[in-house]
């Protein structure tokens, strides 16, 4: 079994790396990702056979083979669930549609494949930190700066499958599979 998802790969665009490093000067309540990590998932599929790896790539290479390349901006900051108790910090997407459009394309060939249909909305936004105990001062300071702050373009010409290894260090991710737009 392997624990997987389907993403799009942000690359470390310098005022997100700056972000970034904002947070983790922020101390051990915030736990950023590293800048490799870094991703916007479209589908957590779960634990996953190994032997059906190769399946869900096909399938999904598929359904979006004929979608064209597009572009969106990495734009404001909130927080998950709410701001009295967040355990998720998110930079949002402006432009989004597409990416709504390529998680909208995902749903039938996944439940296809017996993955069960996705029961909450999909919410485009990339973790810049998970929020461990109870957030420092900082955090509030800079949720009000980064609020209409614009992170950069991303250009989107692949998704990915991906593999998740939780490690005590955070999560390894591995590429399973690149699948090409149009």
């Not at 998680?103 to 060939?109: D, E, F, S, T």
């Not at 105990?133 to 991303?154: I, M, Q």
Request: hydrophobic share 45%.
């Amino acid at each position: 079994m392997a624990r997987a998802f389907i993403a799009v790969t942000v690359p470390p665009l310098p005022a997100l790396l700056r972000a970034l490093g904002e947070l983790r000067d922020m101390g051990p309540a915030l736990r950023p990702p590293a800048p490799e990590n870094l991703h916007l998932t479209l589908r957590f599929l779960g634990e996953t056979p190994a032997a059906s790896l190769d399946a869900v790539a096909a399938s999904v290479r598929a359904s979006v083979a004929d979608l064209p390349a597009f572009d969106f901006e990495l734009y404001g900051t909130g927080v998950f669930p709410d701001p009295a108790r967040p355990s998720v910090l998110w930079a949002g997407a402006r432009g989004a549609q597409p990416l709504a459009d390529l998680v909208a394309c995902l749903a039938p060939p996944l439940e296809t494949l017996g993955f069960a249909p996705e029961t909450r909305p999909w919410v485009a936004h990339l973790t810049l930190a998970r929020i461990r105990s109870r957030p420092p001062a900082e955090l509030h300071r800079f949720l009000e700066k980064t609020r209409d702050r614009s992170f950069g373009s991303v250009h989107v010409a692949h998704i990915d499958l991906m593999l998740s290894d939780l490690t005590p260090h955070g999560p390894q991710y591995h590429l399973a599979a690149s699948l090409e737009l149009k």
